[in-house]
């Protein structure tokens, strides 16, 4: 396998191929099916893909094979052959750095318009509204409950006592429902045939028209145009950090706006207050409204929305399997989904019911990652350099707070994380009893659900530990 072949233009290639197909099949179907595609070997007439199961192999070769011989045949007249292989995913081109689209074709794939009129110049700068993101098929739990009711606020229109909703800032990790419910409070209003308009989009389009409108001296209408929506929502803010002259655009719009009583909604990964990159002024006008935190997902919710998505998809999924997927896919929704879709399609294909055998097999590569093998030591570790305490006390007798805890989160990602049993995780920690352990792992469980920043802590750490 050549693997410095396939850098340089080959591997540019591959980057469009990627993002075109990316494009046309949608999120969720690239990231279940063909994120895992590797580019493995190149040569004049012909490149080798790698997948890792033969499952997935032999999907992408009956589903998107011909898609794939076609992009290829466009970025490059010379490949005649597109091989799929099984193989391991580390070697070769894995997936690349986004390419953004240029600013054409972004607007040639926007399909389902928010407004069909096309004379108002606001719909032409919605971005594409999902039609599966909806409220009512948004599965609530503790995550996410309040960024949930926050939207449905917001969705409804007007003054709500007490609160100011404007801004609302949601923010979490990738994929855990914030461009969902993004699209859920359009179609809300869109449903209500109020005379409001919408406008979302993401940062990222926010800014590759803004940089277009300025290049074609229509910046002025650009401003106007989005002067005059009723609600703007910004996706992904992120995006603009270290993007000066868009930030500062996008901070007069917003003041513009809310002077005038219209509403704002904005996502991005991190609070206000932790998106560093973010001129200040911004930052405080991002935080004077209402902050909403979707928190990662519990247990529970995994299961809501595994027997959500399975009824939606009017499939039977035996409820051992759903508990076991709830237990080891643990990320995010965006994955729980990709793995749900993918026993469901496996089972049709090979016209077999779902069996926890069959989710095995089919996931089994998605399960090795998260199977990663984290040793006790190495949580004890993690966690005393994150709350700044000695690696002894992990082991130690010390009852203060400042220990305790953190020993016992340790404790629960010990028992979360490894397959040891209670009394071994009990051993590691100064040879303490099977109880002490359950205590600890009841006890993290229990304020991780009152206490939002324990939470987060903790799956800070968590993540950390797994990556
Ligand atoms: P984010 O924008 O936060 O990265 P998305 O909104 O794109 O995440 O969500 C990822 C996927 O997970 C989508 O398919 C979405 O429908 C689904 N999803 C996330 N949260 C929920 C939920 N609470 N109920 C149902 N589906 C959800
Ligand atoms: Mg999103």
């Known amino acids: 396998m050549l693997v410095s072949r396939i850098d340089g233009e080959i591997g540019g290639q591959w980057a469009r191929v990627r993002g075109r197909l990316r494009e046309e099949v949608g999120e969720v179907e690239y990231r279940t099916w063909l994120k895992q595609m590797t580019l493995a070997d190149a040569s004049e007439d012909e ?19 011909d898609r794939l011989r076609a992009l290829w045949a466009a970025e490059n007249g010379r490949i005649r052959r597109v091989e799929l292989r099984i193989g391991a995913p580390q070697t070769g081109l894995a997936e690349p750095v986004a390419v953004p689209a240029p600013i054409v074709a972004a607007s040639a794939s926007e399909t389902a318009r928010l407004d069909a009129g096309r004379s108002d110049p606001r719909a032409e700068l919605a971005g594409p509204l999902d039609p599966r993101f909806t409220f009512g098929s948004f599965v609530v739990g503790k995550p996410n409950e309040f960024a949930y009711a926050c939207a449905r606020r917001v969705a409804e229109g007007g003054p709500v006592a007490g609160f100011n909703l404007n801004p609302l800032f949601l923010y979490g990790g990738v994929g855990l429902g914030k461009t969902h419910l993004m699209h859920a409070i359009a179609w809300a209003i869109r449903e209500r045939q109020t005379a409001r308009s919408v406008v979302y989009m993401s940062a ?111 499939v039977t999924v035996p409820q051992k399997v759903m508990e076991f997927m709830a237990h080891k896919i643990t990320t995010n929704v965006r994955d729980l989904e990709g793995a749900l879709n993918r026993v469901v399609a496996h089972a049709q294909l090979v016209g077999r019911p779902i ?50 805890r953190p020993r016992q989160i340790a404790m ?49 750490l968590r993540r950390m530990l797994e990556s």
């Open 204 to 314: 990222e389009k926010f800014m590759y028209r803004f940089i277009a409108a300025i290049r074609s001296h229509s910046g002025v209408e650009f401003k106007e145009t989005l002067r005059g929506v009723d609600v703007l929502m910004i996706d992904d803010l992120q995006f603009l950090i270290g993007k000066d002259s868009t930030q500062e655009e996008f901070f007069h719009t917003f003041n513009a706006l809310v002077d005038a009583g219209r509403q704002i909604v904005v996502s991005a990964d991190k609070s206000p207050s932790d998106l560093s990159g973010i001129e200040e002024r911004l930052r405080t006008r991002l935080g004077c409204g209402t902050v909403a935190d979707i928190h990662a997902t519990t247990y529970e919710l995994r299961i809501g929305i595994l027997q959500a998505k399975a009824a939606l998809q009017g």
């Open 47 to 65: 490149v080798t893909i790698v997948l890792p199961t033969r499952f997935l192999r032999d999907w992408v070769r009956a589903h998107y094979g």
């Open 412 to 460: 629960f990602l010990a028992k979360q994380l490894t397959s040891r049993s209670l009394p071994e995780i009990g051993r590691k920690f100064g040879n303490r009893d099977h109880t002490t352990v359950m205590h600890a792992c009841a006890r993290v469980a229990e304020l991780m659900q009152k206490d939002p920043a324990l939470a987060e802590d903790v799956e800070l």
């Open 355 to 404: 069996t926890l055998e069959s989710t095995q097999e089919v996931l089994h590569d998605l399960l090795r990652a998260h199977d990663r093998r984290v040793t006790i030591e190495e949580i004890q570790k993690r966690v005393a350099e994150h709350f700044s305490i000695r690696l002894t006390d992990m082991s130690s007798a010390r009852r203060a707070r400042a220990v305790a």
